[in-house]
């Protein structure tokens, strides 16, 4: 995005996206750390109690293991965060290739583009599952209402 002279008006909001991964990624480290902890404590509890030693110290560390669920909350919600903020960010382009001004540069104006064979089942399947999303495709795709209105009237070639 800084690249692509895009800094003034979405900074801020790659800023932010930035930090708010960064959480997550200590996040992440900090729940798969404690997880480890609660494994070997687990191991140990059993390994103790196979060979009739004494694990009550051990087990009243369990305790602290519903700080994992707690952390596991939060992560949750940054991570619903970094995906909000992700939607947020446009589809920049690159210079190079520069927004169609007629129906002639238009990237519809050469047709519809027919799925080859042997990738069919796949998207079949993802479709299936609910995988695609339609609405948030538009989005991205349509650049302004006319395209918009075009593609809607079925003027954009292809059959």
């Known amino acids: 995005m800084r690249r ?9 909001l790659v800023d932010r996206l ?3 991964d960064g959480e997550r990624r200590l996040m992440i480290q900090a729940v798969e750390e404690r997880k480890a902890t609660r494994n070997q404590t687990s191991h140990e ?4 109690k196979r060979v009739g030693e004494d694990a009550e110290e ?3 560390r369990a305790a602290r293991w519903r700080e994992i669920s ?3 909350q939060e992560l949750a919600t940054t991570e619903a965060e970094v995906r909000r903020l992700l939607l947020e960010l446009p589809n920049v382009t690159l210079p190079r290739y520069p927004k ?12 519809v583009r027919r799925v080859p064979a042997r990738y069919r089942a796949a998207l079949e399947v993802a479709a299936k599952l609910g995988l695609f999303d339609l609405e948030r495709g538009a989005k991205i795709a349509v650049r302004d209402s006319s395209s918009f209105a075009a593609a809607a009237r079925g003027s954009c070639g292809g059959s």
């Open 58 to 60: 051990l087990i009243a």
């Open 45 to 48: 509890v059993a390994r103790r």
């Open 4 to 12: 692509r002279g895009k800094l003034e008006t979405l900074g801020p």
């Open 100 to 111: 169609a001004t007629s129906r002639a540069t238009s990237s519809c104006a050469s047709g």
């Open 18 to 20: 930035a930090a708010v």
């Open 70 to 72: 707690r952390l596991e």
